[in-house]
């Protein structure tokens, strides 16, 4: 066992900048010594470009770590339980293409979870695999998209035997699952290497209070975004190696896609990250989560204010710090603009939730005031027509018509919605809720297709890429 209560990279920075070092390296700052006379310049760089520094003697390389980073990443491995854990300064992004590169070749039968994350599709296009995309459930009081089934699974490895890896998304964005032990049990069964992409589950597996991380599960390979839950720098994630046989092929890949110049204020803050984690004792986490457990049933006491929670859903787990809020009489994007006037700063709105994301620490002050904001946000939209909100999705598997490749060589037209059936989009088509694209950049429109925008548009619902009611086609020659 290693001392998780150290942090080597960290430790080794401020080391360093205690020597009051004379730079005649790059960065250009020189370790803050120069910031631009503006106000508030030095007030907000100082400290962090006193730590801004580059592979000197004794602070390691990334991409070649034998001293403190290597250290730093053994110690999330240790904690996380896998094989192998690496730094990513590019975000869960650039490890979701590291992963992708890494296990897919050209050509190769992928089944893709249909509501996953931009990254999986670029990891597609540059990996020139043939996405086979399942459609997910949907969890009703909210209608957003969450995991996919063991049943679509099944029936995905009936229609398409070839296939040999699965790219699972897990949890969706508001901290859902679905009997995601269960999914990456049965594609083993099948000899499917097994990605998820855990961007939002950096916490995952801390003791019982949080679901199982897919590590756990024994997926091959997981990327965290440590960033969205855990104490660390935007950019800064996780890319945890489960399975050996890709250790070698992902460290070439990801010195291939993050910068020679990583954030060493980044990597520190995955460093101290990990120690947040590893270092929360039961007493905190059972202040911490029953803290959380208090808000989430002052807010759903509040009359006209409900919290999806995992007793009325139809999911298996909902991540404790995830709340997913609606208020009666006011859509999401309305209650989103209502919290902000008071200075309350939620992570996303759609057409009918509000989703805040709770931090992973004890006493939070915070929740008393949001619990009167809310109070009072709901008796003025009291009186406010009811918002109604209610798609059925068609569950499917489906294929692209056309290649990535395929479709850069072809000419785009902006057309009506109503005009798209039998037509090839140029884009992923995503309403929200529920977050499921509709179709994907290759897919053909079919009338359920159009039928299901127009209804979601007159539902009052937000589609990305679409603009206004017009979406991009690629035109397939005569
Ligand atoms: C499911 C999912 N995967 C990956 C990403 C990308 O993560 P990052 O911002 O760390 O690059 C996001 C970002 O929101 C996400 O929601």
């Excluded at 992928?110 to 459609?135: D, E, W, Y």
Aim: proline share 5%.
């Amino acid at each position: 066992m290693r001392d998780q209560n150290r942090v080597p990279l960290l430790e080794a920075l401020s080391v360093w900048s205690k020597r009051d070092p004379i730079s005649y390296h790059v960065p250009g700052h020189k370790n803050g010594a120069i910031i631009p006379a503006m106000e508030q310049a030095e007030e907000v760089f100082k400290h962090v470009m006193a730590i801004d520094a580059t592979e000197l003697t004794g602070l390691d390389d990334l991409h070649d770590a034998y001293g403190v980073i290597k250290e730093a990443e053994e110690l999330a491995s240790e904690l996380y339980g896998s094989a192998q854990t690496r730094f990513l300064v590019g975000g869960s992004t650039a490890g979701n293409l590291a992963m992708m590169m890494a296990v897919c070749q050209q050509g190769d039968t992928v089944f893709i979870q249909k509501n996953c994350h931009k990254s999986i599709i670029n990891g597609l296009r540059l990996t020139k695999a043939k996405p086979v995309f399942i459609s997910p459930e949907m969890e009703h009081r909210s209608q957003v998209a969450t995991g996919i089934t063991v049943g679509s699974l099944k029936e995905a490895i009936r229609i398409y035997p070839e296939a040999r890896t699965l790219v699972l998304t897990n949890p969706n964005y508001y901290g859902m699952s679905v009997e995601i032990e269960k999914v990456i049990a049965l594609a083993h069964e099948h000899h499917l290497t097994v990605i998820v992409d855990e961007a939002h589950g950096a916490h995952f597996g801390k003791s019982g209070y949080f679901p199982k991380s897919s590590i756990a599960h024994g997926a091959d390979l997981v990327v965290h975004s440590a960033h969205k839950t855990l104490p660390a720098m935007t950019m800064g994630a996780y890319l945890h190696v489960v399975n050996e046989d890709y250790r070698s092929k992902v460290n070439d890949y990801l010195q291939i896609l993050q910068s020679s110049s990583p954030s060493y204020p980044i990597m520190a803050s995955l460093d101290l990250a990990r120690y947040h984690l590893s270092s929360l004792t039961h007493e905190q986490l059972t202040q911490i989560v029953s803290e959380v457990d208090w808000f989430k049933k002052s807010l759903n006491h509040i009359d006209g204010v409900t919290v999806i929670d995992h007793a009325t859903s139809s999911v298996s787990t909902i991540d404790p710090l995830k709340v997913t809020v609606q208020v009666k009489g006011l859509s999401g994007f309305q209650l989103a603009d209502e919290l902000e006037q008071e200075s309350i700063f939620p992570e996303l709105a759609d057409s009918l939730n509000v989703l805040l994301v709770l931090p992973l620490a004890p006493k939070q002050e915070n929740y008393k005031k949001t619990i009167q904001v809310f109070k009072e946000i709901a008796l003025k939209s009291r009186t406010n027509p009811v918002i109604s909100y209610n798609i059925e999705i068609d569950k499917e598997i489906s294929t692209p018509a056309y290649s990535f490749e395929e479709l850069e060589k072809m000419s785009k037209r902006e057309i009506e919605v109503k005009e798209a059936i039998g037509k090839i989009s140029a884009k992923a088509v995503i309403p929200y809720p529920p977050g499921i694209p509709v179709v994907m950049p290759g897919e053909r429109f079919t009338s359920k297709h159009v039928k299901f925008l127009l209804n979601v548009l007159s539902e009052g619902g937000h589609v990305q890429g679409m603009m206004g009611n017009t979406i991009t086609i690629a035109l397939e020659e005569e």
